[in-house]
Nanobody
Framework: QVRLVESGGGLVQAGGSLRLSCAASGSIFSINEMHWYRQAPGQQRELVAT??????TNYADSVKGRFTISRDSAGTMYLQMNSLKLEDTALYFC?????????WGRGTQVTVSS
């Protein structure tokens, strides 16, 4: 069974940067879209960024211009987060879907301090 594993989270000061990674333990074929979500305590999970099979990217308004989603040829997905703000503190999840199924990682914690 394929598992997604996120890494790269941590504690960073406001204005700093982090790079999250999402790797799959096996092959996922015919990927439609890959996403990063986040969930802060007491809040609903929100979509942060999307990258399609064709490479089109979309971002939540709150992160536009600061975050960049990408993937490499091995299928690992990344989220480069710059100019981090206190409100970016959350548990970040990766999500991958094809036409048959979807997969979630367990999340990596990002904490931004003042």
């Amino acid at each position: 069974q394929v598992r997604l594993v996120e890494s790269g989270g941590g504690l960073v000061q406001a204005g700093g940067s982090l790079r999250l990674s999402c790797a799959a333990s096996g092959s996922i074929f015919s990927i439609n879209e890959m996403h990063w979500y986040r969930q802060a305590p007491g809040q609903q999970r929100e979509l942060v960024a999307t990258i399609t099979s064709g490479g089109t990217t979309n971002y939540a308004d709150s992160v536009k211009g600061r975050f960049t989603i990408s993937r490499d040829s091995a299928g690992t997905m990344y989220l480069q987060m710059n100019s981090l703000k206190l409100e970016d503190t959350a548990l970040y999840f990766c999500h991958i879907e094809n036409k048959w199924a979807q997969w979630w990682g367990r999340g990596t914690q990002v904490t931004v301090s003042s």
